[in-house]
């Protein structure tokens, strides 16, 4: 075993297939690092056995042990109508309340340093340097505008398992009344106020290629995070406006037609 791992979360099928491309652009990148997918009881066991053929180490984690007040807030029907999407489209799949369950990451005290990735990320260049960065570090949530730099997004971040530190979030995150708005996210800016800015090539959000096409140069970019619609999805209805992406997330889903991306044309700008 490893000091260092890189985590994921698998919640469902859609979720387990996308590790698929995530585990395989990991091992493209050389790393030495472990590679952990952590899975709930909403997976079957053939949906994670590809994961484990391509030596990803199955860790099983439960939900969190949330009272029933809190899950009825953070219900996804509830969730979107106190806090909507307006944005995006967030798929039927996404259910926003296993999104805690990455929180069990800290308890993983075998391993030193772990950067977690969601599982709808690709992983284009060597990102192990993260592991010596301190905990807590994050990309701001960029893909429409500057104002977006004060919002950490939690598709990417480093860490430090700590049985400590978990029991801390939890006494911290099933309050009377707590809302969360954007889930993880928010509460992680709330845990860690003072939390490190990782560059947004360590989590380049797919609508900054629409939206803010000068900040896309694939030389720099290490990271591509799928937020909002995914993929995978038939009925994509940003599919036109980001299809190159599209197909760079087929071909490591499918190892077939693996591009260097520093060879590939960015957004029309």
């Known amino acids: ?32 690092a472990d590679i952990v997918v952590m899975h709930t009881g909403g997976v079957a066991e053939a949906d994670l056995a590809p994961l ?19 899950n009825e807030r ?19 799949f996404h259910t926003p309340l296993d999104n805690f369950a990455k929180l069990r990451l800290w308890q993983m005290e075998e391993y030193g340093s772990v950067v977690f990735l969601d599982a709808d990320t690709l992983v284009v260049r060597n990102i192990d ?16 505008s500057l104002a977006d730099f004060h919002r950490l997004n939690s598709g990417v971040f480093t860490a430090r398992p700590s049985q400590a530190t978990f029991d801390a979030m939890m006494a911290r995150l ?30 380049m959000l797919q609508y900054v290629w629409f939206n803010l096409p000068d900040l896309w140069d694939w030389k720099s970019v290490h990271v591509i995070h799928y937020q909002y619609e995914k ?6 209805p940003r599919r036109a ?18 591009a260097d991306t520093d060879t590939l044309a960015g957004p029309a700008k």
């Open 74 to 92: 953070h219900a996804r029907a509830k969730l979107h109508a106190d806090a909507p999407f307006t944005k995006g489209n967030k798929p039927a």
């Open 174 to 203: 099933d309050v009377p009344d707590a809302f969360w708005r954007r889930t993880d996210q928010t509460f992680l800016e709330t845990f860690f106020p003072d939390w490190h800015g990782l560059p947004v090539t360590f989590n």
């Open 52 to 70: 484990a053929d391509m030596g990803a180490r199955l860790a099983p984690v439960d939900l969190l042990d949330t009272s029933p007040e809190f």
């Open 1 to 32: 075993m490893a000091s260092n791992a890189y985590v994921t979360l698998v919640t469902n099928a859609d979720y387990a297939g996308a590790a698929v491309a995530l585990v395989r652009s990991l091992k493209l990148t050389g790393t030495g």
């Open 129 to 144: 340097k993260l592991f010596a960065y301190p905990e807590f570090c994050a990309a701001p949530n960029v893909y429409e």
């Open 241 to 258: 406006q980001l299809q190159p992406l599209i197909d760079l997330w087929r071909a490591y889903r499918t190892d077939e037609g693996i």
């Open 231 to 236: 993929p995978w999805q038939t009925d994509h």
